[in-house]
């Protein structure tokens, strides 16, 4: 602690000799240098000066000269530190008040015990802009990073009022530098929201074991010890078991490195900070994974029918939820057979489920069908259940079951309602328009088609053209004959066929003939007659 030749002479406070101001002012002001505030103070107001002690200690006159000394000091860095000063001087100087009325003090200080200081881990909003004498949870709440007694102030134990502050008022203890350890003893008051000493003497029996001093990052956090005269304790620098690490942290290589958030790869549980290692991946419980193909087979059920009478059922798959394997059901009616007998219908056939993975869920004894003859003329069977006919552009298996009575679409497409032509639902549906040009030579032409509001495809007006013989696939060319006539083959690119023997009635199989002629001597001729 300080000593009397180390102390400002205005103020009583510590100093450290790092800067002498000028006194050309004479006695009217005198700035007695830089001195020793908790870092918290200036890195709350001052980012610039986090880490550094700096004080401005300040005389109680009023002069001009001292106002300007006062400018000049601020523009150098220093700044007015928040301790309760000595009682001589003006009684009028503002930077020199004592308190309104003292009360005591007991112990204070940062806190590590959860009740006196909430961890700032908490779990609470982290509003991180309330301002000191503003109440809070923990110290990220808080725009100087200190909550304590449930207020926010600068650092040790904060206070709206000096009944916050605990002590008999005569002989209380404050730890004024949680970080330090450093504190006071005597008359308790609460300045600038924070229980401080004044005509105090060095007493660091305040800064106790609940008082952290540093939470050092990764490693476990270093407190105070609650002797009268304290040293600032060091953060450990390396470790030798997980135990010296904080819980979010591991000891690896002897050094404390955090440890993997949930969803993260391990090898053991403290590799998490979960303390939760399962396949490989950390999470809070059970079986770990990154996706749902992580998951055992135990998380994949079989179907089962839930509900005979409307047919309906679920069944269990593996889902990845919070890196944590579930069963979740989805539905499929599977299960639901065919024996499984969802009516028993006193007139008319009996209601029996399908064994479909999607079943309808609507049959009953009156809807039941068999074939669209047991339905009204406007509905047809699907399912086994009477259905409402379906409007053009909706995917069909038979006409009967379109309004239109029409049910057609391009090759390789599904088909779908229309009333006549081509049925599309979308333009991919539409192949084009194929023709055949020239059928002896098997040449033809490609239009390009879209579907219409109609849901037929129908030429795009200056739509593409392209040579395409598909039209004419399957088309006879040339009729050849005694030889077998030549047809048009199955490519969107062909050449002319020619007749097998060149027309002229040779062969050399019945393969080159008329199907009722037989290749004998190389002629295609009829078949000799049975003999009887």
């Known amino acids: 602690m300080s000593s009397e030749s180390d102390t400002c002479p205005r103020t009583g406070t510590k100093k450290c000799p790092l800067v002498m101001f000028p006194t050309a002012f004479g006695d009217s002001c005198v700035l007695a240098g830089i001195h020793d505030i908790p870092p918290s103070f200036f890195g709350s107001r001052f980012p610039f000066f986090k880490g550094k002690q700096n004080m401005l200690c300040l005389s109680r006159s009023r002069s001009s000269a001292c106002v300007w000394a006062l400018l000049i000091a601020l523009v150098l860095g220093a700044c007015t530190a928040d301790r309760v000063p000595v009682s001589s001087g003006p009684a009028n100087s503002p930077a020199m008040q004592p308190p309104q009325s003292p009360s005591s003090a007991g112990n204070t200080g940062g806190s590590v015990d959860g009740q006196d200081r909430p961890d700032a881990d908490a779990g609470t909003p982290d509003d991180g802009d309330r301002q000191n004498g503003e109440a809070c949870d923990s110290d990220k709440q808080c725009e100087s990073d200190h909550c304590e007694n449930g207020l926010c102030c600068s650092d040790g134990k904060c ?68 002797e009268v005269s304290q040293e600032e304790p060091a953060c450990p620098t390396s470790c030798t078991s997980d135990d010296d690490c904080d819980g979010n942290a591991r000891c690896r290589d002897a050094q404390c490195i955090e440890a993997e958030a949930n ?9 998490c900070a979960s303390r939760h290692c399962s396949q490989g991946v950390c999470c809070e419980d059970g079986d770990c994974c990154a996706q ?20 309906q059922g679920t069944r269990g798959t593996a889902s990845c939820v919070d890196f944590m394997c579930e069963t979740t059901r ?48 406007d509905q047809h069977c699907a399912e086994y259940a009477c259905i409402p006919d379906l409007p053009n ?59 219409s509001d109609d849901f037929t495809c129908e030429d795009v007006p200056d739509g593409e053209v392209e ?44 393969g080159d003939c008329d199907p009722w002629l037989e290749c004998r001597g190389g002629v295609c001729q009829p078949p000799e007659p049975e003999e009887d």
């Open 330 to 377: 989805v539905d499929d009616d599977t299960a639901c057979g065919l024996r499984a007998l969802a009516h028993d219908c006193t007139m008319g056939a009996d209601v029996y489920c399908t064994g479909a993975a999607n079943q309808r869920a609507s049959r009953d004894c009156e809807t039941n069908c068999r074939w669209d003859g047991d339905c009204p003329p």
């Open 263 to 271: 969803g993260g790869s391990c090898s053991v549980a403290s590799d």
């Open 393 to 451: 552009g909706e995917p069909c298996d038979r006409a009967t079951a379109c309004d239109s009575g029409y049910c057609g679409g391009n090759y390789g497409q599904p088909t779908f309602c229309c009333d006549e032509g081509s049925c599309c639902q979308t333009d991919e549906n539409c192949i084009g328009r194929f023709v055949c040009d020239d059928r002896s030579n098997c040449q033809g032409t490609r239009y390009e088609q879209a579907c």
């Open 467 to 510: 040579s395409n013989d598909s039209g004419c696939i399957g088309q006879l060319s040339s009729s050849c004959g005694a030889n077998r006539d030549a047809y048009c083959g199955v490519a969107a690119d062909q050449t002319r066929p020619w007749c097998a023997g060149g027309g002229s009635g040779r062969c050399g199989s019945s």
């Open 159 to 226: 206070c709206n009022t000096e009944g916050d502050c605990a002590g008999d008022g005569v002989n209380g203890a404050t730890c004024e530098d949680s970080q330090a350890c450093q504190g006071s003893r005597g008359a308790v008051a609460c300045v600038r929201n924070r229980c401080r000493v004044r005509d105090g003497e060095d007493d660091d029996s305040a800064c106790d074991s609940t008082v952290e001093a540093n939470d050092c990052g990764f490693y476990r956090p270093v407190v105070c010890n609650g």
């Open 292 to 311: 749902a193909d992580d998951c055992p087979s135990r998380f994949t059920t079989p179907s089962q029918c839930d509900d005979r009478t409307s047919c």
